[in-house]
């Protein structure tokens, strides 16, 4: 699909003739660099199927959970397993929001919220699949004004772009018609031990932020910014994410069941280093590059083990971690946050990196 061109207001001819293209076919891609790493997705929520990099011992490990199947996708009880999520990824509090002077009302999916652009949100469609070369693919989508609540109609484009010096880039580029608000991210999962058999909790994380936004016990931001100092948060000294996910006399540990938080990091919108996650026993490290104001870490607290992913591997609690470039939860609620409207005749940018190495931190 072209990406249209804005000239004053998208042409409603365009619109319709985009909404009127027949669903692309569910298929998966894979794409691969000189090193044997090697890069899977599915138009299905334009999601990272598999990811596999070297590992110390000189075998290859998938680091990100996935299935054999696009059916699998279909019936696994998650939503969330690798795809883009939005319109705007995380949550947005009682599912509303003012733009303009005018409220807005959206797809109510988490509990009283608004959670990762709602139950029929980024994640659940087909997009328009294309593979670049032998190490770029290109996802695009329409979101039509008014989906799950959203003004606008938004064209959106992802290039997922596999580097030779093991990187994987995910640039995201978003145009609209009317004023609106967006904030796209990945939901992958990783476990650097390649498996899901061992838990997150053994990794080691360094997150580049001295500040998180604590949220009530919804998981919505209060607007307050707090230091992370003397915290189970501050993960600015490399830190076991088991060491500490358990001290629920901390309040926003009790809340989320563990860790399910953003943290402000420290160089707002400058491409930099967002966070750092190694594993002893395999060797890898995976470095998070990104040019957003925030990072959502998850650390798996709500999974169950009824989801079976590729290889047999049990989907169970703690053993799979997100690490969500992305803009604050629930900022279009809070007018000190980073902004989150797009305007016609803008383009919204967003660049992360994850990038895997066997040299510790």
């Known amino acids: 699909m072209k990406p249209f061109k804005i000239i004053g207001m ?41 990811l596999i990099v070297p590992a110390s011992d000189g075998t290859f490990k998938d680091v990100v959970w996935g299935y054999d199947t696009v059916e699998e996708y279909y019936a696994s009880s998650d939503l969330y397993c690798g795809p883009i999520v939005g319109r705007y990824g995380n949550r947005i509090g009682k599912g509303r ?12 999916n988490d509990g009283e919220n608004h959670l990762h652009g709602g139950s029929g949100g980024l994640s659940t469609k087909v997009w328009n699949m294309e593979k670049i070369s032998d190490r770029e693919v ?37 145009v609209t018609d009317a004023p609106t608000i967006i904030n796209l991210t990945s939901h992958a999962y990783f476990n650097l031990h390649g498996t899901s058999k061992y838990s997150t909790n053994s990794h080691i994380l360094r997150i580049n932020a001295a500040h998180f936004t604590p949220t009530d016990e919804g998981l919505i931001p209060t607007g307050e910014i707090a230091s992370v100092g003397g915290t189970p948060l501050d993960f600015r000294v490399p830190t076991a994410i088991g060491e500490r996910i358990d001290e629920v006399s901390f309040e926003p540990i009790a809340f989320a069941g563990g860790y399910d938080h953003n943290w402000v ?34 650390s798996g607290n709500f999974m169950d083990g009824k989801d079976i992913g590729r290889g047999g591997d049990i989907h169970g609690y703690r053993t799979g971690i997100a690490l969500e470039t992305q803009n604050y939860p629930d900022a279009p609620n809070h007018p000190d946050f980073p902004s989150p409207v797009l305007r016609p005749g803008e383009v919204y940018k967003h660049l992360t990196r994850y990038s895997f190495s066997l040299n510790a931190f």
């Open 10 to 50: 998208l042409s409603l001819v365009a619109v319709i003739a985009l909404s009127c293209q027949r669903t692309p076919k569910v298929e998966m891609i894979t794409i691969s660099n000189h090193n044997g790493m090697s890069a899977t997705f599915t138009n299905y929520g334009a999601r990272i199927t598999s």
């Open 97 to 108: 929001f003012v733009l303009e002077g005018k409220e807005y009302f959206l797809t109510i």
């Open 138 to 174: 290109k996802m695009s989508i329409l979101s039509p004004d008014g989906e799950e609540g959203y003004p606008g109609n938004v064209e959106i484009t992802v290039y997922y772009t596999l580097n030779y010096d093991n990187s994987l880039d995910i640039k995201y580029e978003a």
């Open 265 to 298: 990091l420290d160089k707002e919108r400058e491409f930099s280093l967002a966070a750092e996650v190694f594993e002893p026993s395999t060797g890898i490290v995976m470095q998070v590059w990104s040019d957003q104001p925030g990072l959502q870490f998850y």
